[in-house]
């Protein structure tokens, strides 16, 4: 009987070991990518399209490693309790900090970029007035309006 207790508290143990390597990994993803984020938001500022992309990348792959990460955390916590256990709660405080951080970022990105946008679209708009009616051809099939040429007058 004591063997079996000793056995299942090794086992415990031993989750929580590998728990909380699980958490330190995903911490140190978590780095990564707040500083791609970072990155990200410099390439949009500077309107460094290709940069842009490159690091839309790496981003990608990071969130794929931190998705599989994760995927590995929720099968070790499984019969945890990660917020109560005194081990592995000071690990899940900093990464759920680090993921709001992150969470933060993208909702600051997104909104430039839809302000950005959005200010954008209605200088086309007053620039660029596009028919808003739908066209037929002699044949009756919907002709798809083309973008009016725009001729700026420039003084030197």
């Known amino acids: 009987m004591a063997d079996e207790k000793n056995e299942q508290n090794e086992k415990i143990i031993a ?5 909380i390597s699980v958490m ?9 990518i707040l500083g ?5 938001h410099n ?6 399209w290709d940069a842009l992309n490159r690091n839309i ?8 490693m931190f998705v599989e ?6 099968s070790l916590s499984q019969n945890i309790d990660m917020a109560s256990d005194e081990d592995v709660s000071p690990v899940l405080t900093e990464v759920r900090g680090k993921l709001q951080k992150s969470k933060v970022e993208n909702t600051v990105l997104n909104e430039y970029i839809s302000t950005t946008r959005k200010f954008l679209q209605g200088v086309f ?9 739908t066209l037929y051809s002699n044949k009756g099939q919907i002709v ?6 725009v001729v700026l007058n420039q003084m030197v």
Request: charged share 40%; with cysteine.
């Open 57 to 64: 990348e790496n981003l990608q792959n990071l969130s794929d």
């Open 15 to 19: 989750a929580k070991e590998n728990l």
């Open 24 to 32: 330190q990994e995903e911490n140190v993803l978590l780095d990564k």
């Open 144 to 149: 798809k309006p083309e973008l009016s040429s």
């Open 43 to 48: 390439c949009v500022r500077e309107k460094d």
């Open 36 to 40: 791609q984020q970072t990155v990200l």
């Open 69 to 74: 990460l994760e995927e590995k955390r929720m």
């Open 125 to 133: 708009d007053s620039v660029v007035p596009q028919r808003r009616n």
